[in-house]
């Protein structure tokens, strides 16, 4: 109390009593002890009165001509607290109503010898209303609450993802891609809503083109509950700088499984998700289709390219000749042939709409990519896309690539 939020308490008139169960108050009778130098308050009233219980109040900013406890003298002589919890900074303040008050938080738990988890604070009050922290030097996160007028509490905002998968219509398949570099969700405040940074979902779709600095919308990241069909619109909020996307509503604390997806010309409400290789999905907007090239060493790059877009693919031939290059579409019925620019061999596809290889006729690969196929409940289903090893038949029918395969569960 004392030396606390710069008060320096004056006992004439910051402490208050009242009679137990009465709701009357005064103010204290100061005394001073001319001897001790001791300042004393006393608090009953008549020699007659000296048994009885009292109960004593702190008024920092007094209670005026207030007789009793009424509630503007409440209002504005209330104390609210600021706690840190967790990550090794667990503490509490208080402040009076009114006051500005600064609290600084360590980016890295310091009971932790490695400082490589680095924390993402946030600071919400008892409404939920969120402070947004300013990052400093020295790894630290300082919260400025100005006028305080309620509690704040100070924790850590990332926490695990929750079960959560992520998909794209890729070569007229509904595919789903590996999410390991999703180690986190965001939760601001109490209201039960996780978050997802666009920059993880940046690096989840990396090979789709997805950045992170352009402004994103719900309609982007469509999603569904954990094997339903209909798709429903995410929420993308900025926070700090930063967009953010959520897929679950105010106040649900529980998480369920759930698909998102990236469409980034956006997807309708109530959208349906196709079926793998349906007319559907082969006309769906959103869709995105491969470009193999296959180069002489058997090295292969993929990439990924937005339906109808025009895309030109430049190769380096090397000691091959421009006559042993071709880029074919899936179904065979388009065929490209290069043309010589510089060193370089272009190819160029005028509105993409299926997946096109380009490839030299003189390459001896020691692989072949093969995708793996079964059925499940009457759709194919994607077993695996794997580098397979192969021979070549150098005596029955020279030429002939043998496919060695391999036993998989």
Do not use: H
Request: charged letters at 25%; a negative charge; aromatic letters at 12%.
């Amino acid at each position: 109390m004392k030396n606390g939020e710069n008060q320096n308490p004056d006992a004439n008139n910051k402490f208050v009593s009242a009679y137990r169960g009465k709701s009357r108050i005064e103010y204290g009778k100061v005394y001073t002890d001319t001897e001790s130098g001791k300042t004393y308050v006393s608090y009953n009233y008549g020699q007659n009165k000296q048994g009885e219980a009292i109960d004593v109040y702190y008024l920092p900013n007094g209670k005026g001509l207030a007789l009793n406890l009424k509630d503007s003298v409440k209002k504005d002589n209330s104390f609210y607290s600021v706690e840190v919890k967790g990550e090794g900074q667990d503490r509490i303040r208080y402040a009076l109503t009114g006051t500005v008050v600064e609290e600084a938080v360590a980016d890295f738990n310091p009971q932790l010898s490695d400082q490589t988890d680095q924390i993402e604070w946030t600071c919400m009050g008892t409404d939920d209303k969120v402070i947004d922290g300013i990052r400093e030097s020295g790894n630290q996160t300082r919260f400025t609450i100005g006028k305080i007028t309620q509690s704040y509490v100070i924790q850590r905002a990332d926490q695990t993802a929750f079960d959560i998968q992520f998909y794209i219509y890729a070569d007229n398949e509904v595919r789903k891609l590996p999410a390991d570099s999703l180690k986190k969700v965001y939760k601001w405040n109490r209201q039960g809503r996780c978050y997802l940074s666009v920059s993880d979902l940046a690096e989840i779709y990396r090979e789709f083109g997805l950045n992170a600095e352009e402004t994103q919308s719900g309609n982007y990241f469509p999603y569904t509950v954990r094997g339903e069909k209909t798709l429903a619109q995410a929420t993308v909020v900025t926070y700090k700088g930063q967009q953010y996307v959520s897929y679950n509503l105010d106040k649900q604390e529980a998480t369920v499984p759930t698909d998102v997806y990236y469409m980034p010309k956006g997807a309708s409400d109530g959208e349906k998700i196709p079926d793998n290789n349906s007319d559907q999905i082969k006309q769906n907007k959103n869709s995105f289709y491969s470009v193999t090239v296959i180069n002489p060493d058997g090295n292969r790059t993929v990439s990924y390219y937005k339906k109808d877009s025009a895309v030109t693919i430049s190769v380096d031939p090397g000691d091959t000749k421009e006559s042993d290059w071709l880029c074919a579409s899936e179904d065979e019925n388009k065929t490209i042939s290069p043309v010589k620019q510089g060193d370089k061999l272009t190819f160029s596809i005028g509105k993409i709409e299926q997946p096109y290889t380009v490839a030299c006729n003189t390459f001896a690969p020691a692989t072949l990519n093969i995708k793996f196929y079964t059925f499940v409940n009457n759709e194919r289903y994607n077993v695996l896309n794997e580098e397979i090893p192969v021979i070549k038949d150098t005596t029955t029918k020279p030429g002939t690539v043998i496919i060695i395969f391999l036993m998989m569960s």
